[in-house]
């Protein structure tokens, strides 16, 4: 026996359907400007990803496809020799913090944009924002700790703002060995001796590296003169 044939006018799922597609075409500018909003609807690479596309991506479900095409376009927005001039990749944290959005377990985008902006651009502050979402997002990701711990340090005008990430980090349990060493190392830095000393004595205890134990003794040992200079002088 065939099967009935599709009525149109008496089908209210395709009709459902049809009304659906139809919303998504007529609000997809406005939902490109909700989505994707100011510094990119203005800027030659927001234009280039149609905010159609990016409506239905979040829409229907297909979000990853929208953020790999749009990672696609922050790899050649870099590459681009014209974006370097005097706005300096201005907007290259913004075009990664996106693409994140879109796609937060796509773990090249951290790195890649996080060197950028660390080493190149000389953003090191952007940087960091952009590792701690991707740790946040993938908290199990050692590389991405590595090189927070990495670019964190070498900014030391920050250390107030990334010590309680690196704390919380550590209080996990599953850092890297390196990731207690900075935290020590920027307790140190920003005047917390006492909170220093008592890291490097953890892993002093804990380490299964000699070198990371002549490290630590080292260490103790500059703080404990530190605190025995300081008692000297009062």
């Not at 006018?9 to 400007?33: E, H, M, N, Y």
């Not at 060995?177 to 000393?197: C, F, H, P, W």
Request: charged share 20%; with cysteine; hydrophobic share 45%.
């Amino acid at each position: 026996m065939p099967a009935p044939a599709l009525s149109w006018s008496k089908d209210w799922r395709l009709k459902a359907l049809v009304c659906f597609f139809a919303l998504q075409i007529l609000f997809s500018t406005l939902l490109g400007g909700w989505i994707h909003p100011r510094p990119f609807a203005e800027d030659k690479l927001g234009k280039d990803v149609p905010s159609a596309l990016r409506a239905v991506g979040y829409l229907s479900g297909f979000k990853l496809l929208v953020g790999q095409l749009f990672w696609i376009k922050v790899i050649q927005y870099y590459g681009d020799s014209d974006n370097g001039g005097s706005h300096h990749y201005a907007k290259l944290y913004d075009y990664c913090s996106l693409a994140t959005d879109l796609n937060p377990n796509f773990i090249p985008i951290y790195p890649f944009g996080a060197a950028a902006l660390a080493f190149h651009v000389k953003r090191p502050l952007e940087a960091v924002r952009l590792l701690q979402k991707g740790i946040e997002a993938n908290p199990n990701e050692v590389r991405l700790k590595l090189l927070y711990a990495a670019i964190a340090y070498q900014d030391t005008g920050q250390l107030d703002k990334v010590i309680p990430f690196l704390e919380a980090q550590v209080v996990r349990g599953d850092a890297p060995e390196m990731l207690s060493n900075i935290l020590a190392n920027s307790y140190a830095k920003v005047g917390r001796t006492q909170d220093a000393i008592h890291l490097w004595q953890r892993i002093l205890q804990s380490t299964d590296s000699q070198e990371t134990r002549i490290e630590a003794a080292q260490k103790l040992q500059a703080l404990y003169n530190s605190l025995k200079t300081r008692k000297t002088k009062q």
